[in-house]
């Protein structure tokens, strides 16, 4: 995956057809879907994000939502701001060959679709993923959702060149109001991903996995239910320090992902960053500027060290 380039024309035209027709950019879940999409599922497959004579330098993105309860309208959001997104990587220079993979979280104790992990993309597929995600609108009801069985995706079930070949790390991003499960439950894990854990393993253990391939943040955004809990930041806080940040608009999400890329790949610092925001005609910079405050630029570069993911979920990972 990872080929081709994307088209604001096409996303224009695909968009208007929409309009003029009534369809939805969820028919998926619109339809009544109550089962993960096959391209969607999770169960027995690896993410990769390679590089191409198309790509030579690719950069993976991941993008993964609650879509329980009242986070469920965030995909919508996202969905209308991709080319802002896309624009902000591509034009702007931000990532060199950016790859996004979208997905969405639910909750695995009493949700029908709990995880949804999509493709990494470097053209319109993203948006065809986008519209295949069950918008779950359920959850738990107890503050708690799975976060931590998509962590475990992410750290043992994908390859990334950017790791592989020049030990820099993808970015992640997780947005959701709530906290996560204390362990990766491995009989969600057979169930869901198909692999056969000998026992379950501690949130503490997966959060180092992934940050060691992953630069992990977590987006608390406006609007959802628990918007602005000091227990819900001082627990991801806890788990990924600075990189648990808050919005105070929603409607800022994308802008936020970009800068935080940009801030990474230490292709701009803050300022230049809101600059770009205001001249694209953004509104969302005084959003950006306070969420993003809190971060330093650039990330260290690391030595990659062989990784191969396993069905079995196996300790194909080398902690630092």
Known sequence: MGSGIWSTDVYDAADRYRRATGASAFS????????????L???????????????PQSTA???????????????RVLQT???????????????????????????????????QVGQFESDNRMDDDLGRIVLEGGGGGQMTESYELALYFMARHTVTDCWEKRGQRGYLFIIGDELAYQRVDRRQVARLIGDDLRESVPLGQIVDEVT?????????????????????????????????VELDDLDAVCETIALTVGL????????????????????ASGTVSRALARLGGGRRTVAALPFTPTAGGGGGVTRL
């Open 28 to 39: 998926y879940s619109d339809s009544g879907a109550r089962t993960v999409h096959p391209a």
């Open 41 to 55: 599922d999770p169960r027995g497959s690896v993410r990769e994000s390679r590089d191409s004579d198309e790509h």
């Open 61 to 75: 993105i991941a993008v993964l939502f609650d879509v329980t309860g009242s986070m469920g309208h965030v995909p």
């Open 81 to 115: 701001k991709l080319p802002q997104l896309l624009g902000l990587l591509l034009r702007q220079g931000y990532a060199r060959d950016p790859q996004l993979m979208f997905g969405a979280i639910g909750d695995a104790t009493c949700d029908r679709v709990p995880l």
């Open 212 to 244: 060691r391939r992953w630069d992990t943040y977590y987006l608390l955004p406006a609007g959802s239910a628990y918007a602005g809990s000091r227990k819900v930041l001082d627990f991801w806080r806890g788990l990924l320090g600075q990189n648990a």
């Open 264 to 283: 990474g790949e230490q292709a701009i610092d803050l300022d230049e960053g809101l600059r770009d925001l205001d001249r694209a005609g953004s509104t």
